[in-house]
């Protein structure tokens, strides 16, 4: 069974980094992402990391987010300055996502 943890987030302030990290478990090494869900708003991809370690951004989040892996088991999502709009919840999945897979995720509150 597919079971995702993600941990790091809290109450920052603007212009804070922040590190979150996720544990994945009963998968195979694949392709891995970071999504967000703003209050009312969709869940979007924040930063996907392939097999190999090839990154990819959404063009709008270009620069400010940073995805890596450090275990075969567990991806980190580095967020520089972080901003207002920043804020919501985050959560890991593989890449494409999986509907059962979604964790509960971490939430993230930027203050100005």
């Known amino acids: 069974q597919v079971h995702m943890v993600e941990s790091g987030g809290g109450l920052v302030q603007a212009g804070d980094s922040l590190r979150l990290s996720c544990a994945a478990s009963?998968?195979?090494?694949?392709?891995m992402a970071w999504f967000r869900q703003a209050p009312g708003k969709q869940r979007e991809l924040v930063a996907r990391?392939?097999?190999?370690?090839?990154t990819g951004y959404p063009n709008s989040l270009r620069g400010r987010f940073t995805i890596a892996r450090d275990s075969d088991d567990n991806t980190v999502l580095q967020i520089h300055s972080v901003r207002p709009e920043d804020t919501g919840v985050y959560y890991c999945?593989?890449?494409?996502?999986?509907?059962?897979?979604w964790g509960q995720g971490t939430q993230v509150t930027v203050s100005t």
């Open positions: 999945n593989t890449y494409p996502p999986k509907t059962d897979s």
């Open positions: 009963g998968i195979n090494r694949r392709a």
């Open positions: 990391i392939s097999i190999t370690g090839v």
